[in-house]
């Protein structure tokens, strides 16, 4: 048996945290023991912090606020990470723009809800549902210097529907998002 460690990093609603912990913490699969050892948030009021503490994970917060830096803050990540012996990091909705010393030291995949590389940074969901293209969707990639730029490891697009309202829309992204994400981590894991 080959034991992972994941992390999950998060900043707001959590909807992916929940999801990824249901498919892997305290799961198997093949020859794949995975658990989620440790939750991070820069955000004290992140509603995914109860989502997680319904599976028993206690996440940690840690508040930019007491950090003097962007790499201190990123030090202070990494070195959690790090004394909980994480395998993979998982970037579930993190909102924070990461230094090298996060990308450099750690392994992590994100979720970006769209067809990147189209519609890079915060406001992807929006970008993706106003622009005159028939068809959105969601990209898991692994984290590079660059933001929302690492290696795609699965992609898939939704149709649009016309009229269709914003919170309609993303619902359906985030249901994508619930199937792909699981699925790159699988591959990740498996080497595949
Ligand atoms: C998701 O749409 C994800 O693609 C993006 O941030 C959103 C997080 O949503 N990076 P949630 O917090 O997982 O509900």
Known sequence: MIEHRFAILF???GSNAENLAKEFHGKSFENVKTSIVCAIT???????IEKLSKFGIETTIID???YASRNAFDQKVVSILQEHNV???LLAGFMRILTPIFTDNIKALNIH???LPLHKGANGMRESYENSMKIAGATVHIVSSELDSGEIVEQECI????????????????????LLYPNAVRKIV???
């Open 42 to 48: 820069d955000n004290k009021d992140a509603k995914g």
């Open 87 to 89: 395998t993979l990091t």
């Open 11 to 13: 900043s707001k609603e």
């Open 113 to 115: 809800p769209s067809l």
């Open 190 to 192: 498996l080497n595949r």
């Open 159 to 178: 149709k649009k529907i016309e009229n269709e309202s914003f919170e309609e829309f993303k619902k359906r992204v985030h249901a994508l998002e619930y």
């Open 64 to 66: 930019p606020k007491e």
